[in-house]
């Protein structure tokens, strides 16, 4: 079968490539491409496989190209992010909305003009559906059925691409179902500027031997999970029956609920008290008022029919951290450095 | 100030463009204006107050004229309604999603490219954003709070359409509130093939001298409105502050729930035993299982806070009928030969 995905090219799309290389199969069937839509270029370890090819440029001005070659399975993850999404309106609107209904008419017309069978598409929502609204405040555990109110256009883009895919799929034009990721740490590379970034940035930067500033009290609580579990669930969510899927409502992929302070705890006891230290916390107003907007934890009985589950601890993220920093292929050794 | 309704020529746009007229007022200003956008003629009583200008045409067609104009208040009412959207997947797109999107951008331009002060948009939204989702059955009373998971394109593009004017209201581009209509019922006129239309038809036909077929149990429940109430809810929604319409979620309009078997009695009490015996018990199995996905009841705490409160009884919801078919200008005695 050939497998599209689009941001191919990013953080959790890479690795969900090398997932689906590793595993070779989906859903039953044999993957003979993974086609990999970026506006970057793909990593030289994934274009390593013969499988793969990759295609550099915007999404838009690909996907009647893309629509037109033999195609199975899609997992729509391209996506300009919540940051540049508040900064540049159009930017969002084009990257997030109108990228994925180009998409979805593409697959449509598959359907209706080639009499093609629909498409398997996994589209990555995020739990940035929810945002607080002032009428409804949200319950202790976020979940599927927890009416979504965004407060931002990059959760307000996802959720009418959610609608959307579920509106394509009820009148048979593809096979969607669209998943929830929670926030994912700990993230290689540099701070992005996103309001989350933290979360990655007190563990990441600590280990690399450098100073992580804490912008939130320890007692923020927030559902995070490893880039493997969240991988792992994008495949199950396109591997899963209709029937097991349930509706065609988004499903929340399993988060891990924890504090700061049980991040910082656990940073301690994978990786010492001297790189713990290097966490200081600098109170910032705007960020700390961006997250108390966010869902403080969520429940996903859906995912967990499924099979799937939330990391078991914080300790295993970070550790699985640093069994990525040390991979002989794609890892980073020197973001390691400040570890004894 | 001047009013753009867009369906201004339909069944509520009419009736609300006479509303305001009547008032003279919308938010404490003079309405010195107010333009009718519609595929069709708006009607000759109508036309005949000096303050209003029909534009004919498709709304995607008229947006720019009507952009750089100037426009203070815009009452979206325009739609193909759910079986049009069902049947013509692309229609449903164009009419619904495409120019309300087209409508969102033309008042966003207004405000960043000219700085004008963001237009008041009241969206014409409807409870078929409500559906039974597999894995989310609905509560016994639906109200703001449920989770919408829209089983047909029509109710997919109100349920993205309000999540739209929710974004560009909180950029500050529109100052714009969705109110969900519930269904209204007496319309007068043909039945119209969607499945809704035997709610105004087993009261209309039978007034008309007519036989008319219930294609549902007696004992089906679900929340109605006559239109009068539904455009007081239009126009409260339009003026209320911010701060009394709580958040950027759309609001239900009141209904009242009522069972069909109630809507059968009233009729024999308002009209008599022969005009009731009119209606014919025809089980329809499509319509039946259609009816089945509709919510059965609403509850609109919000909407009360307002001030607004659903039809006293459904005796008054038939007698507002019969006033209607009744007055000297828009009348039509014939829908009434059927009473003694």
Redesign the interface.
């Known amino acids: 079968m050939r497998v599209l995905i689009t941001g191919g090219a990013g953080f959790v799309g890479a690795r969900l490539a090398r997932a689906l290389l590793a595993r070779g199969m989906l859903a039953g069937r044999r993957i003979e491409r993974i086609v990999l839509a970026d506006q970057a270029a793909a990593a030289p370890w994934l274009l390593a496989d013969a499988r793969v090819e990759a295609r550099v440029g915007t999404l838009l001005a690909q996907i009647e190209r893309l629509a037109g070659e033999p195609l199975d399975a899609v997992f729509h993850l391209a996506s300009a992010v919540s940051g540049e999404c508040e900064l540049d309106?159009d930017l969002g609107l084009r990257s997030n909305l109108d990228s994925t209904r180009a998409l979805l008419d593409a697959l449509?017309r598959r359907v209706q003009q080639h009499g093609a069978a629909p498409v398997r598409l996994v589209f990555a929502s995020s739990i940035a559906v929810f945002g607080p609204?002032?009428?409804?405040p949200f319950p202790d555990l976020v979940g599927?059925?927890?009416?979504p109110?965004?407060?931002t256009?990059y959760g307000?883009h996802k959720?009418?691409c959610e609608?959307?895919v579920?509106?394509y799929t009820?009148?048979g034009f593809v096979d969607g179902r669209a998943a929830r990721l929670v926030t994912v740490t700990v993230r290689p590379g540099r701070p992005n500027g996103a309001a989350s970034s933290f979360f990655s940035g007190i563990i990441r930067e600590p280990l690399a031997g450098q100073r992580a500033s804490l912008p939130v009290d320890p007692g923020v609580a927030h559902p995070v999970a490893s880039v493997g579990r969240m991988v792992d669930g994008l495949i199950a969510v396109g591997e899963a029956s209709r029937a097991a899927f349930?509706?065609?409502?988004a499903m929340t992929l399993p988060g891990l609920n924890v504090t700061v302070q049980q991040m910082l705890d656990a940073l301690e006891r994978v990786a010492g008290p001297a790189v713990r230290a290097r966490v200081v916390r600098e109170r910032d107003e705007r960020i700390a008022a961006i997250v108390a907007n966010w869902p403080r934890a969520v429940t996903t009985p859906?995912a967990a029919a499924l099979g799937l589950r939330c990391d078991a601890s914080f300790d295993d993220i970070i550790r699985s951290y640093i069994a990525d920093c040390r991979d002989p292929v794609l890892g980073d050794p020197a973001a390691l450095k400040g570890m004894a």
């Open positions: 309106f449509r609204d002032p009428a409804y599927d059925d927890t009416l109110t965004p407060q256009s307000t959720l009418v609608q959307l579920a509106d009820r009148k349930v509706g065609r409502t859906r």
